[in-house]
Each structure stands twice: as C-alpha cells, then as structure tokens.
C-alpha cells in the first residue's frame, strides 16, 4: 500500500505522500486523514507498510541528535538512528522477528547534516540506502513514481512540488494502493 516519494532540490529536502489506507487481503481502501509523514526534531519521515509503525516512529522514538563534528550522515544513520528505530519498535510491539532476524518496515527520512541535505531509505531489514539520484520512492507505487520523477526532475520550471505530486498523480493511476489526497513537507 501507498507511495512515498523524497527529492533533494535546491538544498531543501521534499518529502510527498498520499492518504491511502488499504488492506489487499480484505479489498478494502480508506483514505486517512492522519498522514503517512512528518517532521520531527529537524527529521522529515514518510512511511509506508504500516500506520501503527509510523505512529510508534512519530510520537514513541526518540530521535538522536547527530553530532555535525564527524559529517557522516550514513553512519550516523546505520548506528544511532537504526538502534533507535529498533529499540522503539520492539518496546512498542511492532517489530517482528523470525529465525532471529528482525523485520521493520520500510520508510525515508530526510535532513540535513552539516548543512547538506539528505534523504535515505530505510528498508524492511534496518539496512540504510541513500540513491546517486535526488529523488526516492518507495511502497507499492514506487515504480510508477520514479518514472514520473525521472521524467521530470532536470525541468527546472516546474516546482519540486509538483514533481511530487505529479509522480503521486501518475502512481495513483495505475497502482490501486495509491489514493489522493497528496501532501508534501519539505524541510
């Protein structure tokens, strides 16, 4: 279910998501009105898989606070901000664990650290990505949405904005699990 996507333009992070909440098991499609992203502590996250995971991310985790001496923004997020993320999901009974591996969910989270702009992906398995590209998706609209942001993030002339939503429009066409409305946060 859902489609979030995260550009870096102009040393501003975006991130953009839509208001779907489906079960495929069951066929059943609400649009929510809590949103599948925020700002936290100078964090923009976006969310997919789970509300209840989102929620233990935005009101139960504390977030770290990074240290700008080192400027290793991707260490930073493999050691603190994963264990963090870890420690709150298992303590609010989101995290699942099989043959002793431990599963999350899947999400971005954007920022900036030593005043440059980030945006990462974590993944289901707690491993922390970051694209050679300024842009990112994931959930089930993830592929319609980078066609889209592909298609259309060196045009200048239209907003980074719009190149969200029209990559949340074009994911929402063909992906049943994407629903409007859109919103984006940029920080």
Partial sequence: MTCIIGLIENDVVYIGA?????VVSHHKLRIRKDKKMFEKD?????????????????????????????????EFMVTQFVKALRESLQLNGWLYKKDEREDGGTFLVGFKYCNEPHLFTICNDFQVAESTL?????????????????????????PPEEKI??????????????????HVLSI
């Fill in 18 to 22: 839509d208001s779907a909440g489906v």
């Fill in 42 to 74: 100078g964090f923009l996250v976006g969310y997919t898989d789970s509300y209840r995971m989102g929620q233990i991310i935005q009101y139960e985790m504390p977030f770290p606070q990074m240290n700008e001496e080192t400027c290793n923004p991707h």
């Fill in 134 to 158: 300024p842009f990112q998706a994931c959930g089930s609209g993830e592929e319609c949405a980078l066609a889209s942001m592909w298609e259309n993030y060196l045009d200048m002339s239209i």
């Fill in 165 to 182: 939503t029209r990559a949340l429009r074009c994911a929402s066409q063909f992906n049943i699990t994407v629903a409007p409305p859109f």
